[in-house]
T-cell receptor
Framework: QQPVQSPQAVILREGEDAVINCSSS?????VHWYRQKHGEAPVFLMI?????EQKGHEKISASFNEKKQQSSLYLTASQLSYSGTYFC??????????????FGKGTLLTVNP | NAGVMQNPRHLVRRRGQEARLRCSPM?????VYWYRQLPEEGLKFMVY????????ESGMPKERFSAEFPKEGPSILRIQQVVRGDSAAYFC??????????????FGQGTRLTVV
């Protein structure tokens, strides 16, 4: 089941904040966030494994609400280098060792000077 | 520690030919995923493999497409009798066994397949 991302696209000025949401209709084991620049491979940002977990990496952080089956990616004080397409990947299931990692359609983030 | 290696980076095939895409996972990774990406679109899941096993191939077309991950050597995505609609970027990702920590998946640079 493909997760749903919103918004589809967002345009920011340098220094502004943005939130990207990812939701699923099924129970999630984990949520993965990636950023892909045009013509390049997706680059891993962070993984969230537990309900209610939050993680941060410099000015990019994320939360995972297991009960709501949702995750949000927070970008604060955006920089030009943040531009790209952000994908959330979700693993569904409740146990075991095999999980299919399925991605949303992506959110195109453009940061202008 | 080398990352996920895919080759070739670019592949041009005539309609009706076969395309073979290779993916060597990161050292210590036993799970491999293949995704297809069309321009300006998302990553579409194709197949999930472990060594010598196909775990989930629900995203792969039933005809002309096959994938393997042998005990030795890289994972191979094979497309027989290619058609123009097969033109896309094909990405491979690998991750560790689920029972360990740090199970994030890392992507290779992709193979851009062009069918002429």
């Amino acid at each position: 089941q493909q997760p749903v991302q919103s918004p589809q696209a967002v345009i920011l000025r340098e220094g502004e904040d943005a939130v990207i949401n990812c939701s699923s209709s099924k129970a999630l084991y984990s949520v993965h966030w990636y950023r892909q620049k045009h013509g390049e491979a997706p680059v891993f940002l962070m993984i969230l494994l537990k309900g209610g977990e939050q993680k941060g990496h410099e000015k990019i952080s994320a939360s995972f609400n297991e009960k709501k089956q949702q995750s949000s990616l927070y970008l604060t004080a955006s920089q030009l280098s943040y531009s790209g397409t952000y994908f959330c990947g979700t693993e569904q299931g409740s146990g075991g060792s095999n999980y299919k990692l399925t991605f949303g359609k992506g959110t195109l983030l453009t940061v202008n000077p | 520690n080398a990352g996920v290696m895919q080759n070739p980076r670019h592949l041009v095939r005539r309609r009706g030919q076969e395309a073979r895409l290779r993916c060597s996972p990161m050292k210590g990774h036993s799970h491999v995923y293949w995704y297809r990406q069309l321009p300006e679109e998302g990553l579409k899941f194709m197949v999930y493999l472990q060594k010598e096993n196909i775990i989930d191939e629900s995203g792969m077309p039933k005809e002309r497409f096959s994938a393997e991950f042998p005990k030795e050597g890289p994972s191979i995505l094979r497309i027989q009798q290619v058609v123009r609609g097969d033109s896309a970027a094909y990405f491979c990702a690998s991750s560790r066994y689920r029972g360990e920590v740090n199970t994030e998946a890392f992507f290779g640079q992709g193979t851009r397949l062009t069918v002429v």
